[in-house]
């Protein structure tokens, strides 16, 4: 079942043509992996999708809703959640009150401080945060601060997350441990999840499916093992 | 020892004490203490917009220059209490109709902003009030002192009792992400436009009310001094003095504040507002957690 | 009558071109907001109005001592307020949230202190005050020195910015910093004298205005406000603009006052900087900040 269904968006910066008709969907229950190169315009795509950035053209449905006019909380609401690429903690709070709000603001809505502490303190431990938890999150190291991120989507209670390089600067044993948690959230929470990831290895490993962008323009979509053969993508990539 | 239990007996006891004040039947001393409610009434209302989100207001004086002016043309048609309500109303209105524009503008322009906000609405005041023919007006049968300190007392409790409510709401964590960091907070759920509005219009009432009460106790109203930016100064300096984000911080800057005040300013007023200049710069540069933080911490080291 | 209009509509707005200038410098460089900046042209002002008054020094002489005094006024606040904590990041970035009360906080100490010092009552002194005319306008000698100061000092700093060398890595400093720092500006160094030549600036627009104006000591903050206003309409770190702004704002200051009355003058002012904020909340960059 498609739970998240985008057609034909465009973008411009100026005359910068950040996405340019780009088309995919993404089925319930898998991991989809978005490809390209720096400037690609990967984030931008998420921000089109999360409602932070106002698309050219082009349309988008989430759970068969259309998202078009919909401001960033109402989408989080909806139950989409985000990470950012460049970490947005909210600094002068403990870890675990970072989640404790997207818990209580999230499309799960838990209103009751208790329920919020026990859905926050079970993000934490599914990226591994808890012994943290009463820290100020401006302490933690990067690498920490990227984990806080998608403890952060996940407490919203989000049944899609999109994951911006969550893994940029994790070890090899750090990806290889990452990589075994979306799994097991998939499996546990049947996460669906969008993610955006330089560490190629990583990437064709967890996605099901993979979209390639380059410049903005959408140049192949399929299986991992259809995408390393596709000979647009050897062209941009190798030369 | 700083648990909740405690600091909610604290609160109660300071508040007992404040209503005994006009048994003492010194009208020195009630006027001290209208001050020190008004000052903590003040304060907490500002917080709940400025110290929670970190927007920043310098123009608060807006909110209690429109309650005085309200309440000094409406007195000629209604008694008291309702023209006090109708002040509340007014600034509360006046807070909703600029928030959502004002509001879009961040960090540091918004500050000015705000100034320069509270400037306008001054000016025009005062235009109105030359072109009506008016340079000041005066009220003859306000009620006494003693019932206006109460009713300040009850604005100052109540605007406490939001600010500790508000600490640990849903609503004040929604309010703490806008502060650390809006996009994000968005991003997780949080109505960021509405919460910010909803703030500003809650932080700008009691301002309103206050303003209304003080012009019962000085029976006497111009638009300059009703709008005064040394209030705004003031609500701001005392309130960072007193440490931003813990209830306790608008006590025990005005507290401060007010002894401050009645050594110096009816006699070294230019004096008093330099020290005052002088304390601003010097909490925000090396005392962030202000009055409230150093206790705390002196406590935790006892 | 119009060109007589069109004469003060130029006067003022060279002034307030100079006024901006200043702020703009400290701003596009140390990226704070100095609300203080206008108590700068009121002790300017005050500098001038003393030495004239006592000890019958002429305001030409003073527009050298101001220079002085003012730039060694800033260079006391860089040392004292913001030298250290411009150097760590964390402390640089809370001074950056907190510039703006930092500097209100300053600009209530200078203005009680100036009313502590020399009372409340407005002040002036006669300087050049024969009248000239020509082409329908008539004009003290004071404003025609006005003009000719003001015009000097920004078309001076105009010319430096874009054929000096020092010049240039000012501009690179306002544009990006780090960048500038990497390929080897000084950076501390230049936002050093940057204030020091903000201060210095606004010091002589205050003796430029109290040849043609009463002052006191709460005469600053309309010129902030309107070195705000003319910085905000020009664009950060854009000279040039911020100088056509700043004749852009005495014209519509002075029409506008000629088409009402004097009473909508501080309307007017608080008008357009709030509309103006209103406009373009992302303030003074112009460039909206955008998730990424
Ligand atoms: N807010 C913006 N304004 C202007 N250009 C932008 C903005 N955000 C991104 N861009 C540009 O759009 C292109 C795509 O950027 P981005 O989506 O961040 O790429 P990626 O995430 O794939 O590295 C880049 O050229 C970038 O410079
Ligand atoms: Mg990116």
Known sequence: ????????VSKQFGGLKALQDVCFSVNEGTIFGLM????????TLFGVIAGQIRPNGGSISFAGKPLAGQRPDQICRLGLGRTFQIVRPFGNLTVLDNVIVSAMYGAARTHRLADATQAGRRALEDVGLAPLADQLAASLTLSNQKRLEIARALATGARLVLLDEVMAGLTATEVAEMTETLFRLRRERGLTILIIEHVMGALMNLSDRILVLDHGVPIAMGSPEQVVADENVLKVYFG | MTGKPFMIA???????????????????????AFIVAMWIALIQSWSLLSATTGYISLGHAVFYGIGAYVLVVSLDWMPVPYALALSGAAAGLLALVVGLPVLRVKGPYFVILTFGFAELVKNLVMLLETRLGQFSRMIFDAPSLEALYYAMLVLAVIATAIAAWTAQSRFGRGLAAIRENEVAAEAIGVPVTRLKLFAFVASAIIPGIVGGLLV???SYFAADQAFDPAVS????????????????????????????SE?????FPQAYMMILGGLLIVFILFVPQGLAGLIRKGLGRA | MFQQLLFAAVVSGALYALVALGLNLVYGSLRLLNIAHGDLVMIGAYVAFWSFTLLGISPVVSLATTTVLCAAFGFLVYVVLLKRQLGSPALAQRLEANSLIIFYGLSVILQNGASLAFSATSRGYQFLDGVHS?????????????????AAVTLGALAFLRFHVAGWSLLAVIERKDAAAVVGVNVERVQMISICAGFAIAGVAGVLVSMTQQITPFMGFPFTIAAFVVVIMGGLGNIAAGIAAGFVLGFIETFGVALTSATYRSILIYGIFVGVLLLRPQGLFGKAVQAR
């Open chain 2, 233 to 260: 100064f003031t609500i701001v300096t005392t309130a960072i003095v007193g440490g931003l984000g813990r209830v306790s911080g608008p006590l025990l800057g005005t507290l401060f504040l007010v002894i401050l």
């Open chain 2, 216 to 218: 019962l106790r000085t």
């Open chain 2, 10 to 32: 604290a609160f109660a006891i300071v508040a007992g004490l404040m209503a005994l004040v006009p048994q003492l039947g010194s009208e020195y001393w009630l006027g001290v």
């Open chain 1, 36 to 43: 390209g190169a720096n400037g690609a315009g990967k984030t």
């Open chain 2, 263 to 267: 050594l110096l300013w009816a006699r």
């Open chain 3, 134 to 150: 020509f082409g329908g306008v008539s004009a003290t000698g004071s404003m025609l020195l006005l003009l000719g100061v003001a």
């Open chain 1, 1 to 8: 079942m498609t739970i998240l269904e985008v057609q034909n």
